[in-house]
T-cell receptor, first 113, second 110 residues
């Protein structure tokens, strides 16, 4: 069985500060890991993904994440927050050929001026 | 212009009514999925289809039905048996290494 836990339902940072959103997963098979962003009343947009290969993956809008198998983590970071980063972020895992995604509960990022 | 669309954007349902949410894609993917989103619960899988004329239940299929008569289309019907249908519904398409999401339909029960 697979599961995803996002630590912290709400994270608040100041503009220009480091963004760190935490994600831990469990999977009995090699996982594919994803971070999605959602703006109010919109669909999900892919930020970045880990499938195989390099464990540090870079995504859009300056975000990156590192796959750490020993810690079963896939935390999302951005060196300097921008007001436009305020949104809800979802971590997800897929480990089967069905393509089904298992999502975490989501983290709402607030960016203060 | 390739993509995935959902309609309507907002939908209101009276008690006891069935309503159907549309999902169309022209990305040429075989698989399509329906998720339900509630505040603080992430997204949960309702149904998915890996090929035309075949579909499987997800984690919360009770009170929902689907059909897959065409590769491009995967409509979701919310039946009167679904006791708490107010939610945001998202459709996606893709494979195990990436999924593309539609803009969503917000369903409200009056």
């Amino acid at each position: 069985a697979q599961s995803v836990t996002q630590l912290g339902s709400h994270v608040s940072v100041s503009e220009g500060a480091l963004v760190l959103l935490r994600c831990n997963y469990s999977s009995s098979v090699p996982p594919y890991l994803f971070w999605y962003v959602q703006y109010p009343n919109q669909g999900l947009q892919l930020l970045l993904k880990y499938t195989t290969g390099a464990t540090l993956v870079k995504g859009i809008n300056g975000f990156e994440a590192e796959f750490k198998k020993s810690e079963t983590s896939f935390h999302l970071t951005k060196p300097s927050a921008h007001m436009s980063d305020a949104a809800e972020y979802f971590c997800a895992v897929s480990g089967s050929n069905t393509g089904k995604l298992i999502f975490g509960q989501g983290t709402t990022l607030q960016v203060k001026p | 212009d390739g993509g995935i669309t959902q309609s309507p954007k907002y939908l209101f349902r009276k008690e006891g009514q069935n309503v159907t949410l549309s999902c169309e894609q022209n990305l040429n993917h075989d698989a399509m999925y329906w998720y339900r989103q509630d505040p603080g619960q992430g997204l949960r899988l309702i149904y998915y289809s890996q090929i035309v004329n075949d579909f499987q239940k997800g984690d919360i299929a009770e009170g929902y039905s689907v059909s897959r008569e065409k590769k491009e289309s995967f409509p979701l019907t919310v039946t009167s048996a679904q006791k708490n249908p107010t939610a945001f519904y998202l459709c996606s398409t893709g494979g195990y290494n990436e999924q593309f999401f539609g803009p969503g339909t917000r369903l409200t029960v009056l």
